[in-house]
């Protein structure tokens, strides 16, 4: 490879396409999954070194205690019990605690101390050789100095990859286990949500995660969304409070429900509350009705959450937003007084929870039902949005419809939606627009563009890189970063002057099909990009990327349907600072496409085919450096109070 074996953050649900993007680097977090967490035997060594003959000493206080004279809340409890305390915390709050508090800097770092570190929920609990009887007796144990073994198993996480992989898969399974050890709320074992008398409306408009169907003999081909449980809440009086839960799995923070606190502090639950690991949506002082949400999904779930209220007002984002492609779909320009959730929950059956490394003590039941993580959020589709809707498509307008990365375009981008062939997508499928403003903030980058390159690969258009000279800021902007050379993939280059004043002035691509691929639900049906036609003012005449007329790639066999999109006019006053394209993750595509060796896109979950329908985005620079656009959310708010 000789890109970056990066991807979009909702690439990582493809198994497949994980492991191809990787094959062949030995530093690849690849190479750390497949080490044996099992069998360590420098680990066994480091416990065989850490035993002492001799009576283990005590340790002198590293400060001496000297209370009298400090402001200390600690220091009237026995020292026994400060310790206590140390041996309880985790080592950065140990070490939190002894610069906030001389009684805590005061404690000497016993042997018990050293040893509290390899307890289950310790920062060493995945090394359970260390404390468990079959492993080490106790004769061994009281003779060992866990200080020597703490530090020398600090340095395997760094040397070896099999430590690295059992503590990788030790934190996964904590997050599993407190999961798992929730108290039920009744006695028949089957957990239960609060559900309302409230009658559905017959049509929402859902935001979601990927509900693409996934074929039984390809497993395991991407984790996808399922909907186990549907739950309708209505919300009648105004609002005080918005909390939303967080459940935690692999190191990922997925919302599991919503708390509504009224008027008079009554409640209304959407999903799986856990108090323990709230966060409130900050939207001021006083009471309000909810008109919208601004929501981060990933193909797991609902990710993040902002409020929108009748007064224009708008909460910060609460959860992962950054990572994960973002949505004005729900926001509407009515109260919203019911709310639909759906949710995924784990079905676990004829499973025994006592494990003797976790201290996790559950019971060995069937049908256990455990609340999980929240896939889709809906509002009724009567409702009038705060944006109007486009007749030419339910996916329409696309800046306030469309799922987009990294973050929604501002009202002063113009995205031409007549001349992308995505924009019949419908609402309900999980199709990321990634737009890339190679023009930078107010079109200051253009100056320094010099090149673009194209990557082609068989008929497709996969990448494009825009290059920079050495006075910009950045040297290089990706389009499908996850994009990588290799058999029958190439690159062709296209140069522009922009020190001296050449600019884009249009960017048209046109899409194609292969009839051997008509009977396929292929993702590729929204179109492939099969040649792109580029113009400058320097150059009017069009350069045309066309993978076709590139003999040493490996062309599929069957004809081919192209499809000429229109081409985008930029008018007067307007310039063309960025593009953005629909994205298909390698987890939609293996799972879409017919198992037929003679198709065009016969590279199961390959990450290089992720780019289609693409499309240009143009900007008034001028307005722009005048200050006359509004950013998204005075755009909001002013559409809200009028």
């Excluded at 003797?356 to 060995?364: I, R």
């Excluded at 194209?454 to 499908?480: M, R």
């Excluded at 979950?605 to 200050?627: H, R, V, W, Y």
Aim: charged share 20%; with cysteine.
């Amino acid at each position: 490879m000789d890109r970056a074996p990066e991807g979009y953050p909702w690439e990582d649900v493809s198994i497949v396409g994980f492991i191809k993007r990787y094959l062949g680097d030995k530093n690849s977090p690849l190479s750390l999954a497949t080490s044996n967490p099992i069998l360590l035997p420098e680990l066994k060594q480091a416990l065989v070194d850490s035993q002492r003959t001799d009576v283990l000493s005590a340790q002198a206080s590293l400060i001496a205690p000297v209370f009298q004279n400090a402001a200390d809340c600690f220091q009237r409890l026995p020292q026994e019990v400060l310790e206590l305390i140390q041996a309880l915390l985790p080592s950065h709050s140990v070490a939190n605690a002894r610069l906030a508090s001389r009684s805590f800097a005061s404690l000497p770092f016993s042997q018990a101390f050293w040893a509290s570190r390899f307890d289950s929920y310790q920062e060493r609990g995945f090394c359970f050789e260390a404390t468990d009887p079959s492993y080490s007796s106790i004769a061994e144990q009281r003779n060992r100095d866990w200080r020597i073994l703490y530090e020398k198993t600090g340095l395997l996480l760094i040397s070896s990859l099999e430590m690295k992989n059992r503590k990788r898969i030790w934190d996964l399974l904590e997050d599993l286990a407190e999961l798992l050890e929730g108290p039920l709320s009744n006695d028949s074992l089957v957990r239960t949500l609060q559900a309302f008398p409230v009658k559905p409306s017959k049509a929402w408009r859902p935001v979601g995660g990927d509900f693409s169907a996934q074929p039984a003999d390809r497993f395991p081909c991407g984790a996808k969304c399922r909907e186990i449980f549907e739950q309708t809440v209505s919300i009648s009086a105004p609002i005080r409070a918005i909390k939303i839960s967080f459940r935690r799995l692999s190191g990922q923070q997925y919302i599991s429900g919503i708390r509504f606190i009224l008027e008079d502090h009554q409640e209304v639950t959407l999903g799986y509350i856990v108090t323990t690991n709230e966060r409130m949506l900050d939207i001021g002082a006083g009471c309000y009705r909810i008109t919208g949400f601004i929501t981060a999904v990933s193909p797991r779930g609902i990710m993040a959450l902002r409020a929108v209220t009748d007064k224009g007002d708008e909460s910060p984002w609460v959860g992962s937003w950054k990572e994960n492609p973002q949505t004005l779909r729900l926001c509407m320009k009515e109260t919203i007084h019911e709310i639909k959730g759906r949710f995924d929950v784990s079905d676990i059956s004829r499973l025994s929870l006592f494990h003797k490394h976790t201290a996790t003590n559950l019971p060995n039941k069937t049908n256990l039902l455990q609340g999980f993580k929240m896939v889709s959020l809906a509002v009724p589709s009567y409702l009038n949005p705060l944006f109007p809707s486009d007749s030419r498509g339910e996916h329409l307008p696309l800046r306030t419809t469309g799922l987009w990365y990294p973050n929604i375009p501002a009202p002063s981008h113009h995205l031409h939606e007549g001349t992308f062939t995505g924009r019949q997508i419908p609402l309900y499928e999980y199709r990321p627009l990634v737009h890339i403003m190679f023009g930078g903030l107010k079109g200051h980058m253009l100056q320094y563009l010099t090149r673009i390159s194209v990557t082609v690969s068989k008929t497709a258009i996969v990448g494009i890189d825009f290059f920079y000279d050495d006075d910009a800021p950045v040297k290089c902007l990706q389009a499908c970063p996850a994009t990588a050379t290799g058999d029958y993939t190439t690159r062709i280059p296209f140069h522009i002057d922009g020190p001296a004043g050449e600019r884009l002035t249009g960017i048209q691509a046109d899409t194609g099909a292969f009839a051997s691929a008509h009977d396929c639900s292929n993702p590729y049906n929204y179109g492939a990009i099969t040649s792109l036609k580029v113009t400058t003012n320097f150059k009017p005449v069009p350069f045309t990327f066309q993978p076709s007329a590139i003999l040493q790639l490996r062309l599929p066999v069957g004809p081919c349907i192209r499809q000429r999109s229109r081409k985008a006019e930029i008018v007067p006053g307007m310039t063309l600072t960025g593009i953005y394209f629909m994205h298909v993750g390698s987890h939609l595509m293996g799972n879409s496409l017919c198992q037929r060796a003679d198709l065009v896109y016969v590279d199961d979950q390959d990450p290089k085919f992720g780019m289609l329908s693409m499309g240009c985005i143009s900007e008034d620079l001028t307005a722009i450096e005048n200050g006359l656009h509004q950013s998204l959310e005075d755009e909001i708010r002013c559409r809200i109070i009028g």
